[in-house]
């Protein structure tokens, strides 16, 4: 039970965080795509950090950091890093495929959702 009390709280820290970054983007009439591709970057950085100071640590404050703040700051995060991962260990392929996938499979499910929820583009 600890172990979700942990992510959840780290959820509400990141998510806050998130929408903070979002608004003082907005309020400084940056474009808002300005403020995902900064929380993007941030967070992939604090992933490489936190999962180099934490490698093979289990424990709550893991659980906290990274599965709870950064996974509602952005799952962008986890995503560089499991790439970080394919290109390491020599999987280029891999690589390049889930990468592709996730970027065009995204925006074709974003269209997707688009169209189901009664937009037209």
């Given amino acids: 039970m600890k172990k979700y009390i942990c992510i959840s709280l780290g959820a509400m820290?990141?998510?806050?965080?998130?929408?903070?970054?979002?608004?003082?983007?907005?309020?400084?009439?940056?474009?808002?795509?300005?403020?995902?591709?900064?929380?993007?970057?941030?967070?992939?950085?604090a992933a490489g950090t936190l999962f180099a100071m934490l490698h093979g640590q289990k424990g709550h404050v893991r659980d906290f950091l990274i599965t709870g703040l950064l996974g509602s700051f952005t799952t962008f995060s986890l995503l560089t890093y499991e790439q970080y991962v394919l290109l390491s260990n020599g999987e280029y392929f891999t690589f390049i495929l889930y990468g592709a996938l996730n970027m065009f499979g995204g925006l074709c499910f974003v269209l997707m959702g688009w169209k189901a929820g009664g937009s037209r583009i």
């Fill in 13 to 45: 820290v990141g998510a806050s965080l998130r929408f903070a970054i979002s608004m003082a983007a907005a309020s400084l009439m940056i474009p808002f795509f300005i403020g995902t591709f900064a929380v993007n970057m941030v967070g992939a950085f």
